[in-house]
C-alpha cells in the first residue's frame, strides 16, 4: 500500500511538471499585455460652474438623507406607529395566525401612512423646500419653516401629559407656546401618545372577539367536548361577525379620521 501511494504522488508530481510550462505560459502572455485606458476619462471633485450645477446637488444632498432617515421618520414622525400596532392586535384577536401575512399589513400601513401624511407632505414643499431650491429663503428659514407643519401635526397627536412628562425630565421650562418645544421632546411624547392610542383601540378590537371565543368555550364544556379545541370553532364564528360589520372598512375609516 505505502508503494502505491509513493508511486501515486511520484506521478502526480511529474504530471504537474508537465503541465507547469503551459499554465504559466497564457498567464504571462495574458499580463504582458497592457489594457488601454482613455487619457480624457478621470474622477474628481470641481466647483459647480453653473448655478443650476449646486441646486441639482442640493437636490440630490437632499434625497439620499431622506432616504437614511427614512426608517426613523416613517416610524417616530409619521401615523405608521399606531397604524401598524393596530392591524397587529387586530390579526391577534382575530386568531388567524399570519393571515393576512406581514407583508399585506405593512404595504396597507404604508399606503394609509402617505395618505394621512400628503398635506404635510406638501406644506413643507410648497413653504419651505421649493422655495429654497429657488433661492427665496436662507437654509434657516427653511428649516424652521419646515418643521412648523410637522410640529403642528405632532402636536395635534399628542397628550398634554405625555408632552408635560418629557418637558419636566428634560428639565426645560415649560413654553409659553406649544409651538416652542424642541423636537427631542416633542418625538418620544408624540410616540408614548400613539402606542397609548393604538392599544386603547386594541382593546376595544379585542371585546366582541373574546365574547364569541367565550361563548364557543361554553357550549363546548356543556356538550362534553373538551378534546375540541374551542380556537378552531370559534375562527369561523369571528370572521363571519368580522364580514358582516365591514370591519377593514370600519378600521380604516376610524384610524383616518384619528388623524383629520
Avoid at 482613455?38 to 466647483?47: A, N
Avoid at 439620499?64 to 399606531?82: G, N, V
Avoid at 406649544?178 to 421632546?185: H, L, N, Y
Wanted: neutral net charge; contains cysteine.
Amino acid at each position: 500500500m505505502e508503494n502505491r501511494k509513493c508511486k501515486g504522488k511520484e506521478a502526480a508530481f511529474l504530471l504537474l511538471i508537465v503541465l507547469l510550462p503551459f499554465i504559466v505560459q497564457p498567464a504571462a502572455h495574458a499580463a504582458s499585455k497592457t489594457i488601454p485606458i482613455s487619457p480624457d476619462w478621470e474622477i474628481g471633485l470641481h466647483p459647480p460652474k453653473e448655478p443650476k450645477q449646486l441646486v441639482d446637488s442640493i437636490r440630490l444632498l437632499i434625497a439620499l438623507s431622506i432616504l437614511t432617515l427614512a426608517p426613523s421618520i416613517l416610524t417616530l414622525l409619521t401615523s405608521f406607529t399606531r397604524i401598524i400596532v393596530v392591524f397587529s392586535l387586530l390579526r391577534s384577536a382575530l386568531a388567524t395566525q399570519q393571515t393576512p401575512p406581514n407583508q399585506v399589513l405593512i404595504g396597507l400601513a404604508l399606503f394609509l401612512t402617505f395618505f394621512i401624511m400628503s398635506p404635510v407632505v406638501n406644506q413643507i414643499m410648497n413653504q419651505a423646500v421649493n422655495p429654497y431650491l429657488d433661492g427665496a429663503i436662507t437654509q434657516d428659514e427653511a428649516i424652521r419653516t419646515g418643521t412648523k407643519p410637522v410640529k403642528e401635526f405632532l402636536l395635534r397627536q399628542t397628550r398634554e401629559k405625555d408632552l408635560a412628562l418629557f418637558v419636566d425630565i428634560s428639565g426645560e421650562k415649560m413654553p409659553k407656546d406649544r409651538m416652542d418645544v424642541s423636537m427631542t421632546t416633542l418625538i418620544p411624547a408624540f410616540v408614548i401618545s400613539e402606542l397609548k392610542t393604538a392599544f386603547t383601540i386594541g382593546f376595544l378590537l379585542y371585546i366582541p372577539f373574546i365574547v364569541i371565543d367565550m361563548v364557543v368555550s361554553g357550549i363546548l364544556m356543556s356538550m362534553g367536548m373538551f378534546m375540541l379545541p374551542p380556537a378552531a370553532i370559534s375562527l369561523p364564528f369571528k370572521l363571519l361577525l368580522f364580514i358582516l360589520v365591514d370591519g377593514w372598512h370600519l378600521i380604516v375609516k376610524s384610524l383616518v379620521e384619528g388623524f383629520l
